[in-house]
């Protein structure tokens, strides 16, 4: 008996050691599964505001080993449509407008030009060049779309329909000038084309221009906000400010850069190291293309996809436009100083806006040599009549530095205004007040 109680207390001692290591083995494969189940978690690193993945690589990530963005067209230099796919397909009259107002924005940019070199005005900014970036991205919006301009965007206003002689009133500074002779030359801005009144420091338009677009997504009005700026502009820091603000507040605005190549005197080398202005679109969360702002249908195209995106996505839209300033930078600037007058030339006889377009319309049968000489002689006329009248406008009256900023004028003001009056009274032979509109 002792012999097989012994044996039955071993089989149980046996059986529980085996039950033991069942359980130990369970556990440890219950722990594994656990682990299992937690490395599957952090496979995806979650970190709030990236989407990453993890890595065990010190690599740091190199600019110079991407790609650049490419560039979108349409048309080759000689003005054939590469894909027919791509081409917007606009009739005969769309076309030629485009190029009559592309033609009639050069011929007053040679006349105001010359206007300021015989002291005629005191500032001009040509727009050589960069033609396409204005008739293009004009063309593809509505009339009701807000424009927020920088100072080289006059071809937007002119396809709107602001007249030449409005033009003309506002470089003189005259009487007919609504902003009443206090803005300096090319400093347009026109309630009833929608378009803002430019103002001369860089990027102010930027954040302005989101806050209009957040106003109109609140408003639901069916629009959407374009901001003209220059790679130079890029650089400050209002730029930067509007991007963030237009993507996280999602604003229907298109960001509508023309990167000419130049900032008065700072080339784009000196400007920044990245992939031009279109590479900061995404890193902001901006829907961002890069297009051939000499190619004035692929600037309507994805000007006009751009602004389909804003009005029915609430989100905003980055435009890089890739040209060349023909020009210099002002009246202010010689360009010879930084650049060879072989480059300009090459761009100019090469990848002109205007060339590309008018051998497109050869290519369709729409234009000739016959017409082109008709439109050039009425283009010259209509602009040097409108030259003459402004020119023979008298100033705005002086009194006018005194209004508009008040209601009601101030005791303030109103003492400075009499001081004036009475100093003008007194030493009118030392003024030329006959230039000026006597009565306010």
Excluded at 200 to 206: D, G, V
Excluded at 372 to 399: G, L, N, T
Aim: with cysteine; net charge negative; charged share 25%.
């Amino acid at each position: 008996m002792a012999a097989a109680a012994r044996i039955s207390w071993l089989t149980g001692k046996l059986a529980r050691k085996h039950l033991f290591s069942c359980l130990q083995t369970n556990s440890v494969k219950l722990i594994s599964s656990r682990a299992s189940s937690s490395a599957l978690v952090e496979e995806q690193p979650n970190f709030p505001g990236s989407r990453s993945k993890w890595t065990e690589k010190l690599d740091f990530v190199q600019p110079d080993l991407y790609d650049g963005i490419p560039v979108y067209r349409v048309m080759d230099r000689n003005g054939n449509v590469i894909d027919p796919a791509s081409d917007p397909k606009l009739d005969e009259e769309m076309v030629v407008k485009m190029y009559q107002r592309m033609t009639l924005l050069n011929t007053m940019d040679r006349i105001m030009y010359e206007s300021q070199r015989q002291g005629r005005i005191s500032f001009y900014m040509t727009n050589y060049g960069e033609e396409g970036t204005h008739i293009g991205s004009a063309a593809a919006l509505d009339d009701g779309d807000l424009v927020f301009g920088q100072y080289r965007e006059a071809g937007v206003l002119m396809w709107r329909g602001f007249p030449l002689d409005r033009f003309m009133n506002q470089c003189y500074g005259n009487e007919g000038d609504r902003g009443k002779g206090r803005q300096m030359p090319i400093h347009y801005g026109s309630t009833e084309h929608n378009f803002v009144t430019i103002s001369s420091p860089l990027a102010t338009q930027m954040p302005q221009a989101v806050g209009c677009a957040y106003a109109f997504k609140r408003a639901q009005n069916g629009n959407c906000v374009i901001c003209y700026f220059g790679e130079g502009t890029s650089s400050e820091g209002d730029a930067h400010a509007a991007f963030n603000f237009s993507a996280t507040l999602e604003c229907p605005v298109i960001f509508f850069c023309r990167n000419n190549g130049y900032a008065i005197s700072t080339p784009t080398s000196e400007q920044y190291r990245g992939d031009g202005v279109a590479a900061r679109g995404p890193a902001y969360g901006i829907a961002t293309i890069r297009v051939d702002g000499n190619d004035v249908f692929a600037v309507y195209n994805v000007t006009k996809a751009a602004r389909h995106i804003t009005i029915t996505e609430n989100r905003p839209v980055l435009i890089e436009a890739m040209t060349y300033r023909i020009g210099h930078h002002s009246t202010s600037d010689d360009s010879s100083a930084y650049r060879s007058v072989d480059e300009v030339r090459h761009w100019d006889s090469t990848q002109h806006p205007i060339a590309r377009l008018r051998a497109y319309m050869v290519t369709q049968g729409w234009w000739d040599e016959a017409k082109e000489k008709q439109w050039k002689d009425e283009c010259k006329r209509q602009v040097m009549q409108s030259f003459a009248r402004a020119e023979r406008r008298q100033k705005p009256s002086w009194r006018e530095m005194f209004t508009d900023v008040y209601d009601t004028m101030p005791s303030h003001i109103k003492e400075q205004y009499e001081y004036m009056l009475a100093h003008v009274e007194e030493y009118e032979d030392h003024y030329p007040v006959k230039n000026f509109v006597k009565e306010h």
